[in-house]
């Protein structure tokens, strides 16, 4: 067969990888608020001399960087799209941004953590009305910047009878995310503690809240590794979609799903490899027809087998096809 006949079986294993994502351009303004609002706290710091506003900069300057590597894995991911080198194009990138950011994040909390420690064992002086101008001051521009990178954790994804829901992640927004929300969070609970120290005369407030706030990002950086460490290690994808396939393919109650393999490949988009065997199996082709088209499925791959019936010689023979440029093996009937 010649090359160029080819091209009808073949298909591009980009799956939209190549297109820039909405996260994308929240994440660089994002970034251009905080580095904006970096610089002008490190040169207010300066000028006046306030320690705790040069180093709330440089703490900016810290989470800038962090969301700048979310940025690069989104402008790494499109730019290598359609590099062969990755066998279902570069969309894991994103997942590698995710676990990037969750350890940064991660690394962030345990700074938190020991810094507090440290001085709720050896309390230093608080300039408590400069502290609460850089908390408050901090606060807005985090806040902003939360509901600019806001993460929709239930929009919905519908299965065969539109009766199930599955969820749209985006890692690398929500790592990218969860930075400016604890960032956010600290300058929250930086804001109680200082009221209390400045009306309450509680200065221990400082440093535990600090413990408690490095305990929640703990837990959010921690739930973001587990999730997309799944995904950098092939994890089977999630159920509903996997019993989506199987129930498609049994609906004739002959054909047997026997092995089955769902992985993500990018966001919301899997992979699947799977094997069904029947006494009188449809074609591949028929096969894949019967799989729904909204589970997020770009590439398919069906191994197909007759139920071994005895004949009168006992022999049985097979031979390997191929449809739609997926390898498929076929008994004999």
């Given at each position: 067969m010649h090359t160029d006949d080819l091209h009808a079986w073949q298909h591009s294993h980009t799956f939209g990888q190549e297109l820039k994502r909405p996260g994308e351009r929240r994440t660089l303004i994002v970034i251009a608020v905080t580095s904006a609002m970096m610089v002008v706290e490190i040169i207010a710091g300066v000028l006046t001399g306030s320690m705790a506003l040069l180093a709330d900069g440089l703490?900016?300057?810290?989470?800038?960087?962090?969301?700048?590597?979310?940025?690069?894995a989104y402008v790494y991911a499109r730019r290598h799209a359609y590099d062969e080198d990755f066998s279902f194009g570069a969309g894991k990138v994103n997942a590698l941004g995710?676990?990037?950011?969750?350890?940064?994040?991660?690394?962030?909390?345990?700074?938190?953590?020991?810094?507090?420690?440290?001085?709720?064992l050896d309390p230093v002086a608080?300039?408590?009305?400069?502290?609460?101008?850089?908390?408050?001051?901090?606060?807005?521009?985090?806040?902003?910047?939360?509901?600019?990178?806001?993460?929709?954790?239930?929009?919905?994804h519908h299965d065969l009878d539109d009766s199930h829901h599955t969820h749209h992640h985006d890692h690398n927004l929500k790592a990218a995310y969860l930075h400016v929300l604890a960032d956010a969070l600290t300058s929250l609970l930086?804001?109680?503690?200082?009221?209390?120290?400045?009306?309450l005369g509680l200065?221990?407030?400082?440093?535990?809240?600090?413990?408690?706030?490095?305990?929640?990002?703990?837990?959010?950086s921690l739930g973001l590794l587990r999730t997309t460490s799944g995904i950098l290690l092939d994890k089977q994808g999630p159920k509903i979609i996997r019993d989506g396939i199987r129930n498609s393919i049994e609906q004739d109650e002959d054909s047997q799903v026997t092995d089955l393999h769902l992985w993500s490949i990018g966001p919301n988009i899997y992979s699947v490899v799977l094997a069904v065997?029947?006494?009188?199996?449809?074609?591949?082709?028929?096969?894949?027809?019967?799989?729904?088209?909204?589970?997020?499925?770009?590439h398919i791959a069906i191994e197909v087998h007759t139920c071994p019936i005895n004949t009168p010689d006992g022999e049985t023979s097979s031979s390997v096809g191929f449809t739609g440029g997926d390898a498929i093996l076929r008994d004999k009937p």
């Open positions: 703490h900016m300057a810290s989470h800038a960087g962090a969301l700048s590597l979310n940025a690069f995710g676990f990037t950011g969750a350890v940064l994040l991660a690394l962030f909390a345990l700074l938190m953590a020991w810094e507090s420690v440290g001085r709720l608080i300039i408590v009305d400069q502290a609460i101008l850089v908390a408050v001051l901090g606060l807005a521009v985090n806040g902003a910047s939360v509901l600019i990178l806001r993460v929709d954790d239930h929009r919905d930086a804001i109680v503690a200082l009221l209390c120290a400045k009306y200065m221990w407030m400082d440093p535990v809240v600090g413990i408690i706030g490095a305990i929640l990002v703990s837990s959010w065997v029947a006494h009188d199996p449809a074609t591949p082709g028929q096969y894949k027809e019967r799989i729904p088209k909204n589970l997020g499925l770009v």
